[in-house]
T-cell receptor, first 112, second 119 residues
Framework: SQQGEEDPQALSIQEGENATMNCSYKTSINNLQWYRQNSGRGLVHLILIRSNEREKHSGRLRVTLDTSKKSSSLLITASRAADTASYFCATDARGGYQKVTFGTGTKLQVIP | DTEVTQTPKHLVMGMTNKKSLKCEQHMGHRAMYWYKQKAKKPPELMFVYSYEKLSINESVPSRFSPECPNSSLLNLHLHALQPEDSALYLC??????????????????FGNGTRLTVT
């Protein structure tokens, strides 16, 4: 399975602090994506980083990718209570672009 | 709000019932997906349709039967389910990710899911 492993499984921080989540995966990828899921709802795409990119920014989000270590991190800066959600990394596989599989997820709680 | 619409939002069915989950998108996407998500777990891929043809079946039991009547609609027909099939069923769509380099990197757009309970 291409499923990634994420850590930590759960993270609780104060509003205004930064939150960092990590994702490791198993085989070569075409790209890595991060999604957010509010409780009981669908997933929302946050950011995609291609295998030939090392870092990408979008607003308060910063994603890094290290293909040599098969790992990625998502940094959320200046967190807000509204950032409380579960965050999943997702990977495809070279030659299997449609098979998008999700990591185990990090549950983030931002305390006001 | 999402551009992928799933109905119903909640469904309770007995093990002998037949029911269907529906998914609709109007973004012109040619790939559509079914995922199953158990509580506190990541979504698990079940099926992928590309240009209305089934392209991936992740060894899903035959009591789940997908159907893609046209490029905007995706159904999941359910029959003789088990209580362990209770989960959140998520539909997603994207540009066809096998088409070309730009589409390889197409994100998935998810609906809000159908919460299924099998009694």
């Amino acid at each position: 399975s291409q499923q990634g492993e994420e850590d930590p499984q759960a993270l609780s921080i104060q509003e205004g602090e930064n939150a960092t989540m990590n994702c490791s995966y198993k085989t070569s990828i075409n790209n890595l994506q991060w999604y957010r899921q509010n409780s009981g709802r669908g997933l929302v795409h946050l950011i995609l980083i291609r295998s030939n990119e090392r870092e990408k920014h979008s607003g308060r989000l910063r994603v890094t990718l290290d293909t040599s270590k098969k790992s990625s991190s998502l940094l959320i800066t200046a967190s807000r209570a509204a950032d409380t959600a579960s965050y999943f990394c997702a990977t495809d596989a070279r030659g299997g672009y449609q098979k998008v599989t999700f990591g185990t997820g990090t549950k983030l709680q931002v305390i006001p | 709000d999402t551009e992928v619409t799933q109905t119903p939002k909640h469904l309770v069915m007995g093990m002998t019932n037949k029911k269907s989950l529906k998914c609709e998108q109007h973004m012109g996407h040619r790939a559509m997906y079914w995922y199953k998500q158990k509580a506190k777990k990541p979504p698990e891929l079940m099926f992928v349709y590309s240009y209305e043809k089934l392209s991936i079946n992740e060894s899903v039991p035959s009591r789940f039967s997908p159907e893609c009547p046209n490029s905007s609609l995706l159904n999941l027909h359910l029959h003789a389910l088990q209580p362990e099939d209770s989960a959140l069923y998520l539909c997603a769509s994207s540009q066809d990710r096998n088409q070309d380099y730009s589409s390889y990197n197409s994100p998935l757009h998810f609906g809000n899911g159908t919460r299924l309970t099998v009694t």
